[in-house]
């Protein structure tokens, strides 16, 4: 059964705080690992997408690793406006199966 | 450059009425993607529609239907509404074969009563 993972369910760190988020999946049939991050009430927003273990892709402060069964959403010396809930995806013929996402909270 | 645009953005029905639910793909893209959202759940996959077809479905039950247009835009129809159907509906559009990175609507929040 297909499955993905996230841990922690929840996070709050201090501004400046850095950490990491992780995602666990099955690894049969992997067509790419996504990660979006997502706002209270409003949909999804793309941010990176890994196909093989190794690769690695940043944006601002988040960088995203992924190996062979699992990936990490690291994030440095996060900003408040960097609150919001992460959501990692595995994807096969196109059809995205999420986590349940992982909700971050910056404190200033 | 237009993304994806959902429509409407709340929806409240009463249990057993039918809704439709409208999407446009984000401009080039040719793949659109239906999931469900329940509260502090992560999106659950409904159906995908390409060229006017529907290529794969999730575990929902029929009373979810769906339709493409030529224009590539959407439409997600559900009958006999319950209670548990309230959630947040996104659409995803992509375009196949290309990294199948899939972009999201705002979603309609749906309440059903």
């Known amino acids: 059964e297909d499955q993905v993972t996230q841990s922690p369910e929840a996070l709050r760190l201090q501004e400046g705080e850095s950490s990491s988020l992780n995602c666990s999946y099955t690894v049969s049939g992997l067509r790419g690992l996504f990660w979006y991050r997502q706002d209270p009430g409003k949909g999804p927003e793309f941010l990176f997408t890994l196909y093989s273990a190794g690769e690695e892709k940043e944006k601002e402060r988040l960088k995203a690793t992924l190996t062979k069964k699992e990936s990490f959403l690291h994030i440095t010396a996060p900003k408040p406006e960097d609150s919001a809930t992460y959501l990692c995806?595995?994807?096969?013929?196109?059809?995205?199966?999420f986590g349940t996402g992982t909700r971050l909270t910056i404190i200033p | 450059d237009a993304g994806v645009t959902q429509s409407p953005t709340h929806l409240i029905k009463t249990r057993g009425q039918q809704v439709t639910l409208r999407c446009s793909p984000k401009s080039g893209h040719d793949t659109v993607s239906w999931y469900q959202q329940a509260l502090g759940q992560g999106p659950q996959f409904i159906f995908q529609?390409?060229?006017?077809?529907?290529?794969q479905r999730g575990n929902f039950p029929d009373r979810f239907s769906g339709h493409q247009f030529p224009n590539y835009s959407s439409e997600l129809n559900v009958n006999a509404l319950l209670l548990g159907d309230s959630a947040l509906y996104l659409c995803?559009?992509?375009?196949?074969?290309?990294?199948?990175?899939?972009?999201f609507g705002p979603g309609t929040r749906l309440t059903v009563t």
């Open positions: 995803a559009s992509s375009q196949r074969g290309v990294r199948h990175e899939q972009y």
């Open positions: 529609y390409y060229e006017e077809e529907e290529r």
């Open positions: 995806a595995r994807g096969i013929r196109e059809k995205l199966t």
